[in-house]
Structures are given as C-alpha cells and as structure tokens.
C-alpha cells in the first residue's frame, strides 16, 4: 500500500506560478507510474498530468499544457506538478494518485486506473 501526502497549495494571483508536490511513503515508490487530477466545485475529478515509472514519459491534459510540468524524483519519493501562468480557471484540489504497474513506460489518464489517492491540496487562483 501506498500512502500519499500533497502539498504546496494555496492563493495565487492570476498570472503567477505554484508548485505542488506529493510525497510517498509505504512502497517502493519506483513501482508506481503517477498522476495528477484536480476537481473543482461542482465538477467531475479531471485529469492533469501523468507521468511513468522512471519519469522519462509524460502526458498532459490540453488545458495544461504548456504551462504545467510534471516530475519525479524517484530517490526522494516525490512527485511534483510546477505550475505557471495559472488562470482562476485553474482553481480546484489537486489530487496526487498512484498506479501500481509492471510496464516502466506506461502513462495513465484515467482516474479509474489509480490505486491510491492523496487528500487533495487546495489552489485558487484569483482575477
């Protein structure tokens, strides 16, 4: 099992940068392809970034990309999402998840395929 804990969340003008990161504890860390989802009120948990196992594979969500940036630091058990030019429309809790996988490229961007969840870290942007 794998225990997941975000961070780095809070107020940002629109325009600015905030970097979230999500560290893991519980198992080897390397064996877990990773993501990120957000969800704001009202609105389904969507998908943000994903990344592979060794972190040389990522994916984005269209209205990410370019200016989201997923990493991972697979010896400090961190995965981050940097975060620049954010919109209000970026507002929502960002969620850290887990995929246990057997194949090292694999990159997931469903919710349904995570395992484990964070408890989310709030980020609002303001106009």
Do not use: H
Not at 9 to 25: D, F, I
Not at 82 to 101: F, H, I, R, W
């Amino acid at each position: 099992q794998v225990q997941l804990v975000e961070s780095g969340g809070g107020l940002v003008q629109a325009g600015g940068s905030l970097r979230l990161s999500c560290t893991a504890s519980g198992r080897t860390f390397s064996m877990y392809a990773m993501g990120w989802f957000r969800q704001a009120p009202g609105k389904e948990r969507e998908f943000v970034a994903a990344i592979n196992r060794g972190g040389g594979t990522t994916s984005y969500a269209d209205s990410v990309k370019g200016r989201f940036t997923i990493s991972r630091d697979n010896a400090k058990n961190t995965v981050s999402l940097q975060m620049s030019s954010l919109d209000p429309e970026d507002t929502a809790v960002y969620y850290c998840a887990a995929k246990g996988s057997t194949v090292w490229k694999s990159v997931f961007s469903t919710r349904y395929d995570y395992d484990y969840w964070g408890q989310g870290t709030q980020v609002t942007v303001s106009s």
